[in-house]
């Protein structure tokens, strides 16, 4: 996450370099708080839909395939499921009402987060409302294990909440490895009562993905503005895959509070804010420095 914020809110990280606050008075972290949250137990079970990859051509031989990555929003699922049954923009978004998704009172109808990353077969009656039954289903399958469920009442949430915290692990971690550290920050700072003050949120807010967050951007009026609201966003911020939810559902001891990812490879952990803003200075300085290197010149071939 990165911390953009003035002291007073304790952490951010940044954003593609997860974990990273961008500018210098600022940073990101978790924030979301008041959930006695602490996390340990529970592996998700199953691999993702066991169905062969191909190329979304329809009436080819064999059946179409929908593949839907880790991470993804929802806004970007219903583009991809439009597009591979040739169908006109806002189909599938307008199709959720009627689709007879089978989600957690929580949701508000709402499918992100419930939107299960796989790859999934389209055959030549597959319409909007099956192939978001399809990807639901298969989220309760393998979020509603009960080894999931056991894990989230634990530590005094419920599945939707993890769902929600695998999602911000799932934008946050720059890769899996990092997964289970930026779950912890997560929970150590709702523990707290900390905001989460995570980029991530802010992005799902305003639509976009990006590293570079400002201060004017953190006072946006958003429910999902997590450096100005406590606790968990109001839904998951999007899809998470099976790693993301371990993370989230077992993390590793630490006592973190925040992170920022200088660059890639080099994500930093801790619990102190001083070293957070020097990790933050480091953060800013590899960004400078991209933005003053000059342009590149190719030599045309001789």
Do not use: C
Request: glycine residues 8%; positive net charge.
């Amino acid at each position: 996450m990165q911390i953009n914020t003035p002291p007073r809110n304790p952490g951010r990280r940044t954003a593609d370099g997860r974990g990273a606050s961008t500018r210098g008075k600022s940073m990101r972290l978790t924030r979301r708080g008041r959930l006695v949250l602490v996390v340990a137990a529970a592996v998700v079970a199953g691999a993702a839909v066991a169905v062969p990859l191909l190329s979304l051509a329809r009436g080819t031989a064999g059946p179409a395939a929908l593949v839907i990555p880790e991470g993804w929003r929802a806004s970007q699922v219903y583009d991809a499921v439009d597009k591979a049954l040739a169908l006109p923009a806002g189909s599938t978004k307008s199709s959720v009402g009627t689709a007879g998704l089978k989600l957690p009172g929580d949701a508000g109808g709402n499918p992100e987060g419930y939107l299960f990353p796989a790859t999934y077969p389209l055959d030549k009656d597959a319409t909007p409302q099956s192939v978001l039954r399809f990807m639901v289903d298969t989220a309760n399958r393998r979020f509603g294990w009960a080894p999931v469920a056991a894990g989230a009442q634990r530590d005094a949430m419920n599945v939707y909440q993890a769902v929600t915290i695998a999602s911000i692990v799932q934008a946050e971690a720059a890769d899996k490895a990092d997964m289970g550290k930026v779950a912890r920050v997560v929970l150590n700072r709702l523990q707290r009562g900390m905001p989460l003050q995570m980029d991530s949120t802010l992005n799902y807010a305003l639509n976009r993905s990006t590293l570079n967050t400002t201060v004017n951007d953190t006072r946006i009026e958003n429910p999902y503005n997590s450096y100005q609201r406590m606790g968990l966003p109001p839904t998951p911020i999007d899809n998470p895959g099976e790693d993301a939810m371990r993370a989230a559902l077992n993390p590793p001891s630490g006592n973190w509070l925040y992170f920022v990812t200088v660059k890639p490879g080099d994500t930093r952990f801790t619990a102190d804010f001083a070293e957070h803003q020097r990790n933050v200075a480091d953060f800013n300085a590899v960004q400078n420095a991209k933005t003053r290197r000059p342009p590149q010149v190719t030599q045309p071939p001789r």
